[in-house]
């Protein structure tokens, strides 16, 4: 090759290596947190967002990360009735058609765990469910070993006093950490449904 092929060679490779390295994503500020592996949402309390005021005064959005996260994302997908997410009709849980089944109050149990059950299968960053129980079922120290049979029980009568329903479960993510979720869910009055 001559000497002006050389350079037309050397001017391509360095055009071509410029222009690759401006496809390239420049390096995260030193302020900047890395990504967490669970992802990152919009922090709910009660299905609302929450504000936040930082050092200066100015009001943002607060932000969730980590384990946190995923449990607020089990929250969300057991509060989403299935089928009303037109982008996504099979996200949600089914418990409206669960708790219209004639059914006695042991079953009704056996199927509102059967149901999260399976509205957590939608949740791609779930391995395994290792245990759900309601707050009145032996299960329930499986799932929290540092509560004691007098504090669950406490729990248990607290429980049966609000007409909200409470489902414990115990899961191993795709990244090897055991979580525990406490689902929340509205439904017939506890001493009416036995849940």
């Keep these: 090759m001559s000497g002006v092929e050389i350079t037309a060679r050397q001017i391509a ?3 071509y ?13 030193a302020d900047h947190a890395p990504t967490d592996p669970y992802g990152r949402s919009l922090q709910l309390t009660n299905g609302d967002l929450v504000l936040i005021s930082d ?8 932000q969730i990360a980590g384990q946190a996260e995923l449990t607020q994302a089990i929250q969300v997908l057991v509060e989403t009735p299935q089928g009303s ?10 418990l409206l058609r669960t708790l219209a089944q004639p059914v006695s109050a042991r079953q009704m149990r056996d199927l509102v765990r059967m149901c999260v059950v399976k509205a957590l299968g939608q949740e791609p960053r779930i391995r395994q469910i290792q245990a759900a129980a309601f707050v009145d079922e032996p299960g329930f120290l499986i799932i929290h070993p540092e ?9 248990a009568r607290e429980r049966k006093s609000t007409r909200q329903w409470r489902l414990d479960v115990l899961l191993d993510t795709r990244l090897g950490d055991q979580v525990t979720a406490g689902i929340l869910g509205i439904g017939p009055g506890s ?5």
Excluded at 56 to 61: A, H, K, Q, V
């Design 55 to 62: 050092l200066e005064g100015y009001r943002d959005l607060a």
């Design 147 to 155: 509560i004691t049979p007098d504090q669950q029980a406490a729990l």
């Design 85 to 94: 997410d037109i982008l996504n009709t099979i996200f949600g849980f089914d």
């Design 13 to 15: 490779e360095q055009q």
């Design 191 to 195: 001493e009416q449904s036995g849940l």
């Design 17 to 29: 290596a410029d222009a690759l390295a401006a496809l390239n994503q420049p390096d995260w500020p």
